[in-house]
């Protein structure tokens, strides 16, 4: 009986106690009294009903200390601005600061002594009153006077990431040039703002000729403004290194420029881990896998190892490697921080599983299936790219039936969604799958949906001359070339793109097998409705095949 409670308490994770046992003992975690006294054998007897009351007490504490630690994490200290503008105020939008700015500014007075320095909140609100009326120096002034200049310039910083667009890049750079009068963190706080306001306001995929020139132009200036302040001041380096990863390209000189400013702030012993992702991907841009692999040797050794863009920028370099267990690694680290590498970087990784010899087809499909549980997830929004790599891999496996399965799917899903398939049909590569399964479409009204349907409502077909080819090629095998024609006179296509989407349905896998007669009525039937002229050339070898 001794025995059995001996081995029974040696697993027990408290303290027991009993009268026979020393001031030392009692700190055991493993005491069993085994002496012949009778003691001793009530002491054993009792011993587990003891260490069930000490295991109920013990919880008890801990439930109350741990009580208390959460009361005293909500304490906040007690601060004359907390009390005058409260712990979780928040400015009104830039149409409405002005009034309540100068509302609470004369409030403040009346109930304040006038030379008292306004609280952060409020001169927050001033600084960016002065912004929105362009007022720089009354700005620069409110800062400088401020015995909380930093916690102001942070305010100010958050109300302007709170409103792009609100704040002009002109304002922005002229406050930048009187905050060299304040401090060093001001001009580095105003850069930073500049920065993300520009890259809000002026995509440069949207831009074209001369207004792509005056974007880059502005972009270089941002630039060199940021490498001057970096030089200058080593201290702002961590600070200002995300923006300077923001505003550089793929170039060679603006790499290295990149890695010099990293390597600065690492000496400084400020660098942030969160920054090596925009490290890494100014490395990218520039096609050096290589380098990112090698800069990812040590950074994984960092808390960057679960950053979602730097790993997922490791995994698209690792698998264009072709290193899959460096690749692996990444997806790991990643889920041990229950994070999903980006969208293209799962493409990447899709892609590469598919180009291994032999196919890892079903980790692939186990992968993407992990990445995105539902029907939902995978067929909507971005992920999109992810579920088309798989039905590439699926076709280049040979296994076609999959492949339409997962096709029918999507339009499954999206039934309801018009908009998700015309978005689909604009990924790179949709024609290309629709000329694969172009035998499929025959048959299938699923895929009709997808790859006739989808494009003949596209407000911008004329833009798309793969589109349009393919339409040309399954208008032909489904009998539907009228509503193809009917949908060619409202596209407004361009010559170019009128030959480009001639050649893309004269190589098509299904016009090989038609006849050179009904292609070449084809042909001319487009040109007709659009009113280009069909080249020469291919008329002509079109008339030739004819002929013979």
Not at 140 to 169: I, M, N, T, W
């Amino acid at each position: 009986m001794l025995l059995l409670h001996q081995s029974w308490l040696s697993s027990m994770p408290f303290t027991l106690r009993c009268d026979c046992m020393s001031h030392r003992q009692r700190r055991s975690y493993s005491h069993a009294c085994t002496s012949d006294s009778d003691a001793s054998l009530r002491c054993s007897a009792l011993t587990p009903f003891i260490a069930t009351f000490t295991f109920r007490s013990r919880t008890r504490d801990l439930s109350r200390n741990s009580a208390m630690r959460h009361f005293t994490a909500r304490l906040q200290l007690l601060t004359f601005q907390s009390l005058l503008c409260g712990t979780h105020a928040l400015l009104p939008p830039p149409t409405h600061l002005a009034a309540a700015c100068a509302r609470s500014k004369e409030e403040f007075a009346s109930k304040c002594s006038a030379s008292a320095p306004l609280p952060a909140m409020l001169a927050t609100a001033v600084v960016a009153t002065h912004l929105l009326n362009n007022n720089l120096r009354d700005a620069a002034a409110v800062l400088a006077s401020h015995p909380c200049q930093q916690q102001v310039l942070e305010g100010v910083r958050d109300y302007v990431k709170q409103h792009p667009g609100v704040f002009s890049v002109p304002t922005l750079m002229g406050m930048l040039e009187e905050a060299r009068c304040v401090s060093e963190s001001a001009v580095a706080t105003f850069l930073c703002v500049a920065v993300d306001e520009f890259l809000h306001g002026s995509p440069a995929a949207c831009a074209k000729g001369d207004e792509a020139a005056a974007w880059d132009a502005q972009r270089q200036h941002l630039r060199s403004l940021l490498l001057r302040q970096i030089r200058f001041y080593p201290g702002c380096t961590s600070f200002l290194l995300g923006p300077l990863c923001a505003v550089s390209c793929g170039c060679a000189g603006d790499r290295e420029e990149v890695i010099e400013a990293m390597q600065l702030a690492m000496r400084e012993r400020l660098m942030n881990p969160r920054d090596f992702g925009g490290v890494l991907d100014v490395v990218w841009k520039s096609r050096d896998p290589r380098r990112v692999a090698m800069m990812w040797g040590w950074m994984q050794h960092t808390s960057a190892c679960w950053d979602v863009r730097a790993a997922s920028i490791a995994i698209m370099a690792f698998s264009e490697l072709h290193q899959m267990d460096e690749a692996v690694a990444c997806i790991q680290k990643l889920a041990e921080a229950d994070c999903d590498p980006t969208i293209n970087a799962q493409v990447a990784f899709v892609r590469f599983l598919g180009t291994r010899t032999p196919s890892l087809l079903q980790y692939a499909a186990q992968l993407v299936l992990h990445w995105h549980p539902s029907c939902e997830q995978l067929w909507r929004g971005e992920p999109q790219a992810v579920g088309m790599e798989l039905v590439k891999i699926c076709c280049a496996c040979g296994e076609r039936i999959l492949a339409v399965e997962m096709l029918e799917q999507m339009v499954a899903t999206n039934a309801g969604v018009p908009a998700e398939l015309e978005a689909f049909m604009l990924r790179p590569g949709a024609a290309a799958l629709g000329e694969q399964h172009s035998a499929s479409v025959v048959t299938s009204k699923a895929l009709q949906e997808l790859f006739i349907n989808a494009p003949l409502r596209l407000p911008n077909l004329g833009e798309q001359p793969t589109l349009v080819g393919l339409l040309l090629s399954l208008g032909m095998a489904t009998n539907r070339l009228p509503e193809v024609y009917n949908a060619l006179e409202k596209a407004s296509l361009t010559p170019g793109n009128f030959q480009g989407a001639l050649e893309c349905f004269t190589k098509g896998g299904f016009v090989k097998a038609a006849s050179p007669g009904a292609v070449l009525a084809c042909v001319r039937e487009a040109g007709a409705r659009t009113g280009h002229k069909v080249p020469k050339e291919m008329e002509s070898w079109l008339q030739l095949a004819t002929e013979m």
